[in-house]
């Protein structure tokens, strides 16, 4: 069973950056594509970004490209999601995900496997 840990969390102003790591373990992570997802109090969980399980072909939902970007280290079965530019609206609990095979998207139903999420607040 793939279990993911979240950290670097934390709270920056706003223009602020911070780095989240997903750390896997338990299973190969190799075989997983990786999504970052955040939900706020009230709404519904949003699809962040996601990583193929090469590394070569990524994606973001439209209102963080430009200012995030995803990696992934596979030697050390964790991946990144650096956020810069952080806006306040963005303060979130923020999840990775696995997903066995690169099918899954920005989907939050294609993933099985979660991580208990890491608080990111923007605040001045």
């Known amino acids: 069973q793939l279990q993911l840990v979240e950290s670097g969390g934390g709270l920056v102003q706003p223009g602020g950056s911070l780095r989240l790591s997903c750390a896997a373990s338990g299973s190969n992570s190799d075989y997983y594509a990786i999504g970052w997802f955040r939900q706020s109090p009230g709404k519904d969980r949003e699809g962040v970004s996601c990583i193929s399980t090469s590394g070569y072909r990524t994606n973001y939902t439209y209102s963080v490209k430009g200012r995030f970007t995803i990696s992934r280290d596979n030697t050390k079965n964790t991946v990144y999601l650096q956020m810069n530019s952080l806006k306040p609206e963005e303060r979130a609990i923020y999840y990775c995900?696995?997903?066995?095979?690169?099918?899954?998207?920005?989907?939050?139903?294609?993933?099985?496997?979660w991580g208990q999420g890491s608080q990111v607040t923007v605040s001045s």
């Open positions: 995900a696995a997903s066995a095979g690169d099918k899954a998207g920005l989907n939050s139903a294609s993933y099985d496997n």
